[in-house]
């Protein structure tokens, strides 16, 4: 078979962005059957952040505080532009609570902890996302008596489940493509519709993955690395990565949006070999680091 050169279309990060993109938020809310909830965070910068100091809390039935709620301390780090995802971390069934299902918590980049943890959630918690303690972002309103015995937000005034369709109960929530970062102040009212796109209940396609305004593309910046992927599919288990500037470092991403293969360059070198062998049949992202700071990426197809 004839061997053809690919060159892709590709991405640069760092200068410019939408307006903000300098936080986490919180970009996905399941609420599914029994105890199957996560709650997916994003990174929209263009830098790795480590977890250290950052926690989700609930805000039990729509509370003031979340001591009742659970806390989560994350651990780990979010690559640049991608997520990190929370499981309920639930097991065993006890009673009426079930476990999770295992599929769910198999998307999870970390497990939550027991009840009362954060994804014990149901329609009337709010969930924040705070760094250091500082509230960095908010699902929700907390100290709404309105909800507190209510079973969800809703989508028409006055927004406590009273009237309207229910959005927070039984539903998988994916934040709008143009939000690009998070609410700091408490609402009033929490109008979901403003931020949130609806799935159906059950549904975990979207976890691992995220589209945001702050992710740019091509047509809206002047490239100034140029730089192939080939042979693409990956091919003997080997696939060269060159460029017109030194690299820094490459990565190489599963579809979930986590790193499992790391090869650094120090910019010691404009063309490199990665080898694919140890890697199952699939869709990946390659990842590089230039030595002028920007940052470029492709997938790759290995068979």
Aim: glycine fraction near 10%; proline fraction near 4%.
């Amino acid at each position: 078979m004839k061997k053809t050169l690919l060159y892709f279309s590709f991405l640069v990060f760092g200068a410019t962005y939408a307006q903000d993109c300098s936080e986490l938020f919180i970009s996905e809310y399941v609420e599914g059957t029994g105890n199957d909830k996560a709650i997916e965070i994003y990174n929209p910068t263009g830098a790795t952040i480590n977890l250290s100091g950052y926690t989700v809390e609930r805000y039990s039935n729509g509370n003031s505080n979340t001591t009742a709620g659970g806390v989560l301390n994350l651990t780990g780090s979010i690559a640049p532009y991608s997520t990190f995802v929370i499981v309920n971390g639930q097991t065993t069934g006890t009673g009426s609570s079930p476990a999770a299902s295992p599929a769910l918590q198999a998307l999870a980049d970390q497990l939550d902890g027991a009840y009362p943890a954060p994804t014990y959630m149901n329609g009337n918690d709010a969930i924040g996302l705070f760094k250091n303690g500082v509230m960095i972002d908010l699902f929700g309103k907390s100290g709404d008596a309105s909800i507190a015995t209510a079973q969800s937000w809703s989508d028409e005034f006055p927004y406590d489940g009273s009237v309207g369709a229910w959005w927070t109960k039984d539903q998988t929530l994916i934040r709008k493509a143009n939000v690009v970062k998070g609410v700091t102040v408490n609402p009033d009212p929490f109008i979901v519709t403003t931020e949130w796109d609806s799935l159906p209940k059950d549904t975990w396609t979207e976890l691992g993955q995220h589209t945001c305004d702050c992710f740019v593309g091509i047509d809206e910046l002047a490239s100034k690395v140029s730089f192939v992927v080939y042979p693409n599919p990956s091919q003997n288990g080997k696939t060269m990565v060159s460029a017109s500037i030194g690299i820094d470092k490459i990565e190489l991403l599963n579809v979930l949006g986590q790193v499992i293969a790391t090869e650094v360059k120090n910019g010691s070198v404009i063309s490199t070999e990665i080898g694919t062998a140890a890697f199952e049949k699939g869709m990946y992202t390659v990842r590089i680091y230039f030595v002028n700071s920007e940052i470029a990426q492709s997938n790759l197809v290995i068979q």
